[in-house]
T-cell receptor
């Protein structure tokens, strides 16, 4: 069974601080997606990483895919209150002949002004 | 027009009621999905439709019945639900089922079963 563990589960920081959240598995994934979900809304895709060791930047957010394609991290520089939300990672795997997204439980981030 | 819309946003129903959730996508995608999001659980994929045909049904109880009349619309018909079915029900779409897999979600329907 493929599992994705996200850590920490909860994080509360002050505006301007830096942070890193993690998404780990013992399984290899074809690709990995990161989403942010705000209260009362559905998840919104932030980025997809495909190649082992790949680094992608989205303004103050930096995403990295592990060399072995089993783990990923998200680093936020100078966090702002607008970054508050639930950060979900989802790895693309296989269940038989079907493609399947394996979801983590998420990291709930609160950025306080 | 927002990419993926869902109605209603909130629904309270008794265990003997019948109701339907509606999803519409304006992205020209070929695949649509129903997910259930409950506290302390990962997103649970319920149903997948690709080009209006159901391609996956993940052991979902028969009290949930999906319908996909065309590639833009998806329904979830509910009947004789249980209190443990209370959750956020999310609809999503993706370009395709077998290539472009990124999910575009609607805002969800918050369902409470009393």
């Amino acid at each position: 069974t493929q599992l994705l563990e996200q850590s920490p589960q909860f994080l509360s920081i002050q505006e301007g601080e830096n942070l890193t959240v993690y998404c780990n598995s013992s399984s290899v994934f074809s690709s990995l997606q990161w989403y942010r979900q705000e209260p009362g809304e559905g998840p919104v895709l932030l980025v997809t990483v495909v190649t082992g060791g790949e680094v992608k930047k989205l303004k103050r957010l930096t995403f990295q895919f592990g060399d072995a394609r089993k783990d990923s991290s998200l680093h936020i520089t100078a966090a702002q209150p607008g970054d508050t939300g639930l950060y979900l990672c989802a790895g693309e795997g296989r269940a038989g002949n079907n493609r399947k997204l394996i979801w983590g439980l998420g990291t709930s981030l609160a950025v306080n002004p | 027009e927002t990419g993926v819309t869902q109605t209603p946003r909130h629904l309270v129903m008794g265990m003997t009621n019948k109701k339907s959730l509606k999803c519409e996508q304006h992205l020209g995608h070929n695949a649509m999905y129903w997910y259930k999001q409950s506290a302390k659980k990962p997103l649970e994929l319920m149903f997948v439709y690709s080009l209006e045909e159901r391609v996956e049904n993940n052991s979902v109880p028969s009290r949930f019945s999906p319908e996909c009349p065309n590639s833009s619309h998806l329904f979830l018909h509910l009947h004789t639900l249980q209190p443990e079915d209370s959750a956020l029900y999310l609809c999503a779409s993706s370009q395709d089922w077998d290539s472009k897999f990124e999910q575009y979600f609607g805002p969800g329907t918050r369902l409470t079963v009393t």
